[in-house]
């Protein structure tokens, strides 16, 4: 009986469309109050369906071939808690994201090291993006 409960229960909630005029309807308002959009966050996949942001190989040859990572320029989206939102993920100090080893933290600011070359990512008030701290 828990199984098919747990089982139903979520399907009973996405399907039910009252919540969802609800909660747009609340959003709305909150835009209204505020006197301008709120500005959606920017993540680069659907957590809610994680294979479509994965590429499929192609069938080819069984020869080696040595391509260079180009890495891009990491993307920082939040701060919470002493962890940063970086790429897609989250990670703590002295973590590796895309050839780069977290140094430093801050309230608004990552520190990234990537050999002698350090990169400092930070958060702007005007980006409209989350910034919290647990007490």
Known sequence: MKKLLLTLLPCYLL????????IAH??????????HP??????????FHPGQHVQKRKNTKSSYR?????HAKPVLSM???KKA???GKWVKENQKIADYVVTKIS???V?????RKIIKLSLSENDGILIAKEE
Do not use: C, M, V
């Open 111 to 115: 520190f990234l090291r990537k050999g």
């Open 85 to 87: 939102f970086i790429n």
């Open 15 to 22: 399907s039910d469309t009252s919540a969802t005029e609800q």
């Open 79 to 81: 701060i919470f808690d």
């Open 26 to 35: 609340k959003l709305a308002l909150l835009e209204a109050q505020i006197h």
């Open 107 to 109: 309230e608004d600011t």
């Open 38 to 47: 709120l500005r959606q966050l920017q993540i680069p996949y659907d957590p």
């Open 66 to 70: 040595h391509h260079p990572k180009n």
